[in-house]
């Protein structure tokens, strides 16, 4: 079993920058993929990105590309997403999840374990 904790998030201003994280319990994860969605209120959850067990390759939705970053420690057990340029829409939810597999998928139906979920608002 594996449990995945939240950290970061909270209130910034359009144009900021913030650095969620997601620390790995009650296992290694170093051999599984991890992505990151989100959710809107009244929208279903969305792909965000996710990154190869190895943190050589990632990959991200159209609408973050160029301005998150995925990262990951696995000496740590940690994964990171970096946000900056956040607008209002990036206003959601966000959420780490563990796929048990070497690469991780659009879909959230593919994951395996999910963190509780932090709060990002953006004030324009």
């Known amino acids: 079993q594996v449990q995945l904790v939240q950290s970061g998030g909270g209130l910034v201003q359009a144009g900021g920058s913030l650095r969620l994280s997601c620390a790995a319990s009650g296992r290694t994860v170093s051999a599984y993929a991890m992505g990151w969605f989100r959710q809107a209120p009244g929208k279903e959850r969305e792909f965000v990105g996710h990154?190869?067990?190895?943190?050589?390759?990632?990959y991200y939705a159209d609408s973050v590309k160029g301005r998150f970053t995925i990262s990951r420690d696995n000496a740590k057990n940690t994964v990171y997403l970096q946000m900056n340029s956040l607008t209002p829409e990036d206003k959601a939810v966000y959420y780490c999840?563990?796929?048990?597999?070497?690469?991780?998928?659009?879909?959230?139906?593919?994951?395996?374990?999910w963190g509780q979920g932090t709060q990002v608002t953006v004030s324009s």
């Open positions: 999840a563990v796929r048990r597999g070497f690469s991780g998928t659009y879909d959230p139906k593919e994951y395996d374990y």
């Open positions: 990154i190869t067990s190895s943190g050589i390759s990632t």
